[in-house]
Every structure is written in structure tokens, then in C-alpha cells.
């Protein structure tokens, strides 16, 4: 995960943005799909009780590829102006994306125009569905580890 931050702060991003805008928002359709299909499958893995599934190898990076895929989204948006008022910078940008996936909202960043305001809402909409059932199937997993490796061990 750290890499992936640090890739999120050094790579050349601004090549994203009003500039490109078929490419911009293909990549970050192509990104959420990707991440969305992965978790998906580690969520059915759980529930089917799979052997062999470590989820806590997998889904954690994919959370923070998905929040990282949205604090891009909002950094490119933010380079049009009148779209996101206080986002400058990319800390910014991964600012704004945890307090709206935390559900805070402090207000220092808004959303005013309708591509950010879309984003937004697209973030509230994957973060209900795929990384709460990531984080559900990553909990479920870990308590039946624990209990598992609790239970007394029967002889054989």
C-alpha cells in the first residue's frame, strides 16, 4: 500500500484531467471496474468459505486502489474550474476523498460542478456497495480465523 501511495504523489497525473477527457474518465471506469470485479471475487471466496483465500493479502490493497483511483478523479476534475472549490493540491485530493468516504464532510471542499458532483456521488455509491462488502467479508474472515484457531483441537 505504501507504493501505492507513493506511485498516487510521484507519477505525472496531470496528464489526466480536461486536457483528456475520454481518456480520463475511461481509466477511471476501467480502475473502479477492475477493483470492483477483485473484490467481488475475494467477498464470494469468503462467503463460500474457499480454502486457501488470504483476503487480508488482497483486500486492503484494493480499498486503498480505490480511494487513491478517486482522489485522481478528483484531482483531474479539480483542473476545471469551478468544479471542486479548495482542492489544490494532491493531499487535497486524498483529503477530500477520505472525509467523503468517512462521511464527515467538514465543507472546506466542495463539490460545485456537475462532473465533481457525479464523482462524488459515484464514490458514496461504490463505497456502500463494494468496500462495505470488502470490509465485511475481510471481518467475517478474520473472526472465523480467530475462532477457528481458538476451538480446542480434537485428537486424531
Known amino acids: 500500500m505504501t507504493v501505492m501511495v507513493a506511485a498516487y504523489f510521484l507519477l505525472p497525473l496531470d ?3 480536461p486536457s483528456r477527457p475520454v481518456l480520463s ?5 476501467l480502475a473502479l471496474g477492475l477493483i470492483a470485479v477483485l473484490l467481488l471475487r475475494q467477498v464470494v471466496h469468503v462467503l463460500l ?3 486457501d483465500v488470504r483476503p487480508g493479502m488482497v483486500i486492503p490493497p484494493l480499498m486503498c486502489l480505490a480511494v487513491l483511483v478517486f482522489a485522481t478523479a478528483y484531482l483531474a476534475l479539480a483542473q476545471r474550474p469551478g468544479e471542486l472549490d479548495g482542492l489544490d493540491t494532491r493531499l487535497d485530493a486524498l483529503y477530500f ?6 462521511t464527515i464532510g467538514y465543507g472546506d471542499i466542495t463539490p460545485h460542478g456537475q462532473a465533481a458532483r457525479l464523482v462524488t456521488v459515484l ?3 461504490y463505497t456502500f456497495v463494494f468496500l462495505t462488502a470488502a ?8 473472526r472465523d480465523e480467530l475462532r477457528r484457531r481458538e476451538s480446542p483441537r480434537r485428537p486424531g
Open 97 to 102: 476523498t477520505l472525509v467523503s468516504l468517512a
Open 135 to 142: 470490509a465485511t467479508s475481510l471481518t467475517r474472515y478474520l
Open 25 to 29: 474518465w475511461l481509466l477511471f471506469g
Open 123 to 125: 464514490q458514496i455509491l
Open 49 to 51: 468459505s474457499l480454502r
Open 15 to 17: 496528464r489526466l484531467g
